[in-house]
């Protein structure tokens, strides 16, 4: 299994400013998630993080956004950045365990408010 | 493109009523279906996998490929089964998710 801590767990900020969440995992992870959950809808995919590289977007997000740092197999940060109340949402890191079991874990969601 | 349906947004049961949430997916090749849940004030967590054909807390699920489905059952609803429940879909080991947009599951005594 693995234990996934962030921080913040939530944040109120202002439109224009920017805000790195953290992610850390209990133990060395190969693949790492960013998800994004807003009100109402489903979890959607922000990016892979890769480990010591750039990561993976999916459609409709872009490195500018929402960059992500991962320097080491338990560590992630994603950064969303130049924000505005439509980013208001609950970002989520996952991960899976060190063997393939097809459980992804989660961490428990740093939720941003943009006012 | 894969994509993961859940037509219903809440479900309301009695405590002692069968549950059944329905997910329907589209994907062309091979994929491998699971139920995710979160209960309240808690994180995301794996409830069962279609390879593993276990039974998890009394639900179960069986992959329909004909249908494409892969609907969550319990044949007795209890109050702590109160949760949201998303169906996912990954093309292969270590690959992304898509997640379904979740059911939220209210059962009442």
């Known amino acids: 299994s693995a234990v996934i801590s962030q921080k913040p767990s939530r944040d109120i900020c202002q439109r224009g400013t920017s805000l790195t969440i953290q992610c850390q995992v209990d133990?060395?992870?190969?693949?790492m998630f960013w998800y994004r959950q807003q009100p109402g809808q489903s979890l959607t995919l922000i990016a892979t993080a890769n480990q010591g590289s750039e990561a993976t977007y999916e459609s409709g997000f872009v490195i500018d956004k929402f960059p992500i740092s991962r320097p080491n197999l338990t560590f992630s940060t994603l950064t969303v950045s130049n924000m505005s109340p439509e980013d208001s949402s609950i970002y989520l890191c996952?991960?899976?365990?060190?063997?393939?079991?097809?459980?992804?874990?989660f961490g428990e969601g740093s939720r941003l408010t943009v006012l | 493109a894969q994509r993961v349906t859940q037509p219903e947004k809440l479900l309301s049961v009695f405590k002692g009523a069968p549950v059944e949430l329905k997910c329907n997916y589209s994907?062309?090749?091979?994929?491998?279906l699971f139920w995710y849940v979160q209960y309240s004030r808690q994180r995301l967590q794996l409830l069962l996998r279609h390879i593993s054909r276990e039974s998890i807390k009394g639900f179960t699920a069986d992959l329909n490929k004909g249908e494409t489905s892969f609907h969550l059952k319990k044949p007795f609803a209890q109050e702590e089964d109160s949760a949201m429940y998303y169906c996912a879909l990954r093309e292969d080991s270590w690959g992304k998710f898509q997640f379904g947009a979740g059911t939220q599951v209210v059962v009442t005594p």
């Open positions: 996952s991960a899976y365990g060190t063997s393939d079991t097809g459980e992804l874990f």
């Open positions: 994907y062309s090749g091979s994929p491998e």
């Open positions: 133990s060395q992870v190969t693949m």
